[in-house]
């Protein structure tokens, strides 16, 4: 029994000790997403992406694929679809494909 103790032990210290990227910046972005504010939505979005945070990457192939806040640019679209589509994110998934 004591010996189970120290492995849940060891198990949450572990757990706790893992990094997990922010998502304050992702959430703002989507927000700012939300209410056609495409510079705030850019600027919060950007580090997340860049990061590798699958919803944040498919926000950015919004703003490519439609010109807010950026030039149109369905390359660049594309690009950040697929980073997010290859996490396994559906709508980036769809959103390539019609691309």
Not at 1 to 6: C, D, E, G, R
Not at 13 to 28: E, H, I, K, Q, W
Not at 53 to 74: E, R
Request: hydrophobic share 45%.
């Amino acid at each position: 029994m004591k010996q189970s103790a120290l492995l849940t032990a060891a198990a949450l210290t572990l757990a706790l000790s893992v990094s997990f990227p922010a998502t304050a910046g992702r959430d703002a972005g989507i927000a700012a997403y939300k209410k056609n504010e495409f510079a705030t939505a850019l600027r919060e979005l950007t580090p997340d992406a860049e990061a590798g945070d699958a919803k944040a990457q498919y926000y950015m192939g919004l703003l490519h694929g439609h010109g807010y806040g950026v030039p149109k640019n369905p390359a660049a679209a594309a690009d950040w679809f697929r980073k997010a589509a290859e996490q396994g994110m559906a709508e980036a998934q769809f959103d390539l494909g019609h691309l």
